[in-house]
Structures are given as structure tokens and as C-alpha cells.
């Protein structure tokens, strides 16, 4: 910079001193290091104005929000810890669905602001080289099923358990905490956190001990995991402080009689348990809680969802634009009538019994037995979910195709899928929010996992009413839907049965999965006559994108010629009540029918909607004869249109592939 200055100033002092009016000879110093003086306070201005002040403003706007999401006190996570020369803090997590990702990269966050180096990796990556090393280690580890670690952690697992095996310890200097998050609904007895206890127990036996809280667990199933988390990190914060000078106090049992001595000063192995964060936060919890916490509410609006009050949701279908705008409607059309443009996806409950593989929501919603929530009012919620309906609605108004009358017809919804996700049944008053729908002529189709069989016998008559059949045999169900309770295939049968006293139309709904579930055909076919339902939707299974929650891919997509294969071989097997009665090709789905909807040589499987709305009016007892309709011939299966409405027009959109021409 001084040199610059030179350069700058020199010719103007040569001009004056040819002129004859020589300056000082002090003045082209005092030029240069003022001009210095200036360039370096402006730099630095500069540097704090578009460099420091925007970090400082976003590590500001990232605290607000960690004690925000978590409910933390801000001077607990305000506390600066004693920071030594090069202080390094690893934190390690283990993830399935990504909150512990997140509650990590939180963790590390929260680790540098109090004035260490903390960066999140990933447990199976870092774990032995961090393990080796003298610096804390925060771990966050979930417990996935049947009291494992994520699938990720295996190969770690191994070594782990090998190093116990052969006898060497780590360092003693080694300082760990553990947040373990589980389910306690999920799974046997003795599962829950089991992954974390587990991972407490070898390290204490490879010579490391806990610090700060030690281990703590949070439960998905009452909600505590934000309360665990946050309780952990202030203990962790304040614990780190005087990590080499505490008294053993976070060491605690994990029930094993042979667990090593704790090497505080002479003191023998405790015999206290890992502290259920349920237990440690009593008095905490709030009797009105909210099933979703902010962590769900953030990742469920941004996957789309309008959501409802404290626990109910909706959403726009991608049939009610398609249309909308002419382009044809969803298989439910097909199959039934239901204007695609005029229907409504709900649920009044995002909670649900499964963590099902091929959940199109990636388990960012809550799992539970039984209901433990606040709950809202059904007018609220079918006020609520109109209103939503409309407002989704509503920007598509002069998007190009959006045809005027299906627009203004769409802001009054007249059919109401309960299905979305999670488990509609479970709501505590879904009789009445049911009642609210029909009052409305609105109609509906309440879709259940039969988890919950009492609230199927307890249902009042609705539009229709499915029961999802994902899987015929008790093991590939356990392995597919992965249910929460134990007795799932007895609640599933129980389900069934009561399903089949129903007098409304009754589903069962099949969702192939090739290579899981396509080879259990004669075993669907004894589902099938156990329950006798009117109609058996089959459709190929869904590919919703990557996800570390499951391990699906294309490859488990069956075609839609495997699909009318896979239905021409059940109807066969349950008996000559049943055939293929029709198809929509695009969503990869066929209907096999009762025979008594074949009538006159035509499938009859179509909903005269009005006439069931008179009859629920009229508080009368019906049966399924009662309200049907004639199916049109483009919907009957093996018509030319394979299920796609003339009346639309097919647009088919063309991706530009390499080494495919348009």
C-alpha cells in the first residue's frame, strides 16, 4: 500500500518542483503513510461491513433459532466454556431419518460459539480415529429396530465389540456423552435406547468415561426428544468446563452385573440406570401437549402440507392440477367416479402406527400406540382443511389450461380422501369429524392399517372405507410396514374381520413392492376371503426419491403388466366371486371387483354420490346395492383407453434424455 502511495504522489511532487515550487521534503512520507493510514481503515470498514457483520448476524440468527426449536434458556446456552489450546470437541452422530444429523450439526454449532473446534461427522466414518484421540466426544446415536444401530453402524459395531473382546483399552484420558434417541412403543421389551446403553456399556469397559449429563435419552414417543436434547446439550456446555478435575458422577449402569469399576477416587460400580429423559423432565411436560413438535412442523410444510391446528394436515394432490387443467384424473376416478379436481386429501391425525418402507413422507411424522395429545375440535379441523384446500387452490387461478368451471368447482370440495398420511382412525373423534364431512356433502374415504381394530368396529358408515394390505404373511409385514406393535398381525386380523360386518363398501388396498411382496399371492388370496371386500385396489409401489429411511429403489417399481399379471393370478386364487373389473394404467393400479357389481354384462363399481347423501340424511341403514353406479366403458378393464378418460386430453411430457430423442 505504501508503495502504491509512492507511486501516486511522486509525479505530482516532480510537476511542482519543475515548476519551481518545491514542498517539503517531509511531504511525500507523511503523503504515503497517511494514504496508507486511510486505505487500511477503509479496508478494514469494509471487511466488518461485508464480511464479519453478516457472520456475526448469522451465528446470532442460528442461536435464536437453536433456543427457539429446543426450548433452551438462553443464558444456559449463552455459558462460554474454558477453552485450551487447540480445545477440540468431536460430535458424532448416527441417522436414519436425519434429526440426528440435524441435532448434531446443532451440537456443533452451539460447541464453537462457546469456544471450541467442533464439526459434525458421522459415527461410522470418524468414530475410530476419534475414539483413539484424547479430545471429548459428543455422540449422538439413534436406536433403529429391534434395539440396533442404524444400518451404518455395523462395520463400527464389530470393532467395537472385538476391541472389548481382546482386552486393550483406549486412552483413559477418553471423555464421551451419548444422546440416545429412541421409541419406547417401538419393538420388544428392553429395545428402547438400546443402541446408546449399548454403546455407554463398551466404551466404560474400554477404559472411557462419561462427562456432563452422561447419557441421555429422548423419546419419540412422548415428544422429549427436543426437551432430551436440549437438556444434554446446556449439561454437555457446562460439563466440558471442568472435564479433567469432575468426579465420575455421569457413569451409570446399563443392567450388566459385570459392568467395570467406575475409576472415580475408590468408588465401585454404580448401580444406577441410564435416566429416561421421560423421568428427568416429569414435571415438565405439558398434559396439552402438541403432537408436533417445531423440528416436524419445519420439514412437514416444507414437503408441501398445509397444516391443521396441532395434529391434522392437508394437501394438494398432483391429479387435482393435472385436472384442473384437463389432463386427466386419478384411478379413483376411474374406479369410482370421484372428480379428481374436486377432491380434498386430509388427515386429522400425522401420527402413525408404521414406519411402512414405502412411506412417501420419509417418517418425518410421529409414531405412536395410542392417542397422547391435545386434540382439536372436527368442525375446526373440517373448517380448517376446506380453507387450506382453497388456498392452495387459489394461485392456480390464470395458470395456463386451468380450465374456469373445474377452477370454481374446486373451491368446494366434495369428496375428502382421509389417508395422506399418518392414521386417520386414530383421531378421538372421528365419528364426528366424519358426521361434519357428510353435512357438508362432502364424501368420504377413510383409509386404515387396521392397527387399531376397535376403532374399526366402532366406525360410522362412510363413503368407503379401505384397509391397506401391504403385506399376506406376518413376517414380510413386519419386514415392510415395520409396526410399532407387537401383537400387529392378530390387531391386522382383528381388523379384518371387523371390517367385513361393515355394510358401506369396503377396500382392501394392495401396494406391490417387487422383490418384497409379489410372491405371496395365495396368502392374499386367504386375506381376501377371510374379509370379503367389495373391491381390491392393487398398485405398484410408489418410488418417492432416496431415503436413508428405507432401502428402496426403481428397481422394486413393478411394471403395469407385472401388476394385471399379479391380479390375474389372485382373483383366480380367491375364488369365482371375483375378477378384474378395471385399470388406470398410468398409476399402475387395477381393481379387481366382487361379481355382484357385474350386472347386465357391465361393471357397475361407480358411487352415486347423491344418492348416498340422501341416505345419510335420512339416518337409514344401507348397503353397498344402494348407492352404485354404472362404470363407462373407458373405465371397464381391457377397454382401449387402459382407464384414461376421453373426455381429458392426454399429455404425455417429453424429458430430453442422453441418447434419447424427443
Not at 477418553?174 to 428392553?190: A, C, M, P, T, V
Not at 456399556?201 to 474400554?206: D, E, N, S
Not at 382421509?418 to 386414530?426: F, R, T, W
Not at 390387531?491 to 401396494?511: E, H, I, P
Amino acid at each position: 500500500k505504501a508503495t502504491v502511495s509512492v507511486l501516486y504522489w511522486l509525479p505530482i511532487i516532480m510537476k511542482l518542483e519543475a515548476e519551481g515550487d518545491a514542498p517539503s521534503p517531509w511531504l511525500l512520507p507523511l503523503l504515503s503513510i497517511g494514504s496508507t493510514v486511510m486505505l487500511c481503515v477503509a479496508f478494514m470498514a469494509g471487511y466488518y461491513v461485508c464480511v464479519w457483520r453478516p457472520r456475526l448476524k448469522k451465528m446470532e440468527q442460528k442461536q435464536n433459532e437453536i433456543v427457539k426449536n429446543y426450548g433452551i434458556d438462553e443464558k444456559s446456552y449463552s455459558l462460554k466454556t474454558k477453552r485450551p489450546v487447540g480445545g477440540k470437541v468431536r460430535v458424532l452422530y448416527a441417522t436414519v431419518k436425519g434429526a440426528s444429523k440435524k441435532y448434531a450439526q446443532d451440537t456443533a454449532h452451539a460447541m464453537t460459539e462457546a469456544g471450541w473446534t467442533a464439526t459434525a461427522e458421522k459415527f461410522a466414518d470418524a468414530a475410530r480415529e476419534a475414539l483413539m484421540q484424547d479430545d471429548p466426544i459428543l455422540i449422538i446415536m439413534p436406536t433403529y429396530e429391534d434395539g440396533k444401530p442404524p444400518a451404518s453402524c455395523t462395520g463400527i459395531s464389530m470393532w467395537l465389540n472385538a476391541r472389548v473382546a481382546d482386552g486393550p483399552k483406549f486412552t483413559n484420558k477418553l471423555r464421551y456423552s451419548i444422546l440416545g434417541l429412541g421409541h419406547s412403543d417401538y419393538g420388544k421389551s428392553g429395545c428402547y435406547n438400546k443402541a446408546a446403553k449399548d454403546l455407554h456399556k463398551i466404551l466404560r469397559k474400554l477404559g472411557g468415561r462419561p462427562f456432563g449429563p452422561g447419557v441421555v435419552q429422548g423419546d419419540e414417543a412422548k415428544n422429549t426428544q427436543d426437551a432430551a436434547f436440549s437438556e444434554w446439550l446446556v449439561g454437555v456446555k457446562a460439563g466440558v468446563n471442568d472435564i479433567d478435575n469432575m468426579r465420575d458422577v455421569g457413569v451409570y449402569e446399563v443392567g450388566n452385573e459385570d459392568e467395570e469399576k467406575s475409576e472415580s477416587a475408590g468408588s465401585d460400580s454404580e448401580a444406577e440406570s441410564v435416566p429416561d429423559m421421560e423421568d428427568m423432565l416429569e414435571s415438565k411436560i405439558d398434559p396439552d401437549a402438541e403432537m408436533l413438535n417445531p423440528r416436524m412442523r419445519k420439514a412437514l410444510t416444507k414437503q408441501g402440507y398445509t397444516l391443521l391446528g396441532s395434529h391434522s394436515g392437508v394437501k394438494l394432490c398432483r391429479w387435482t392440477k393435472a385436472q384442473l387443467r384437463g389432463r386427466g384424473g386419478c384411478y379413483k376416478h376411474t374406479f369410482y367416479g370421484i372428480t379428481s379436481y374436486e377432491c380434498m386429501e386430509m388427515t386429522p391425525s400425522l401420527a402413525c402406527a408404521n414406519k411402512c418402507v414405502f412411506c412417501w413422507r420419509h417418517h418425518t411424522n410421529p409414531v405412536a400406540k395410542e392417542w397422547k395429545w391435545k386434540h382439536d375440535d372436527p368442525e375446526f379441523l373440517v373448517s380448517k382443511a376446506v380453507e387450506g384446500q382453497r388456498a392452495m387452490i387459489k394461485p392456480l387461478k390464470g395458470v395456463p389450461g386451468v380450465m374456469e368451471d373445474r377452477y370454481k368447482k374446486a373451491m368446494n370440495p366434495s369428496h375428502c380422501a382421509l389417508s395422506l398420511v399418518g392414521e386417520p382412525i386414530v383421531y378421538p373423534e372421528i365419528n364426528t369429524l366424519i358426521e361434519k364431512l357428510h353435512e357438508r356433502k362432502i364424501s368420504s374415504f377413510m383409509v386404515t392399517n387396521a392397527q387399531f381394530p376397535e376403532k374399526i368396529e366402532e366406525l360410522k358408515p362412510v363413503t368407503q372405507m379401505y384397509i391397506s394390505v401391504d403385506a399376506a404373511t406376518k413376517e414380510s409385514m413386519k419386514a415392510i410396514d415395520r409396526p410399532v406393535f407387537d401383537d400387529f398381525w392378530e390387531r391386522f386380523l382383528a381388523g379384518v374381520d371387523f371390517m367385513r360386518a361393515k355394510g358401506q363398501r369396503t377396500v382392501f388396498r394392495l401396494t406391490l413392492v417387487k422383490n418384497w411382496n409379489v410372491s405371496e399371492v395365495q396368502n392374499y388370496a386367504e386375506i381376501c376371503q377371510r374379509g370379503q371386500p367389495n373391491f381390491i385396489e392393487v398398485k405398484g409401489v410408489t418410488w418417492c426419491g432416496e431415503s436413508t429411511a428405507s432401502s428402496l429403489s426403481m428397481s422394486n417399481v413393478p411394471f403395469h403388466k407385472e401388476v394385471v399379471q399379479f391380479c390375474s393370478e389372485l382373483a383366480e386364487a380367491i375364488g369365482p366371486d371375483y375378477a378384474l373389473a378395471s385399470e388406470h394404467e398410468h398409476s399402475c393400479c387395477v381393481l379387481i371387483a366382487h361379481k355382484k357389481f357385474f350386472r347386465d354384462g357391465e361393471w357397475h363399481t361407480w358411487i352415486d354420490f347423491e344418492k348416498f347423501h340422501e341416505i345419510i340424511a335420512e339416518g337409514k341403514e344401507f348397503t353397498t346395492e344402494d348407492y352404485l353406479l354404472k362404470t363407462p366403458e373407458w373405465g371397464q378393464f381391457g377397454s382401449a383407453a387402459r382407464g384414461f378418460d376421453p373426455d381429458e386430453t392426454r399429455y404425455v411430457k417429453v424429458r430430453n434424455h442422453p441418447g434419447k430423442s424427443s
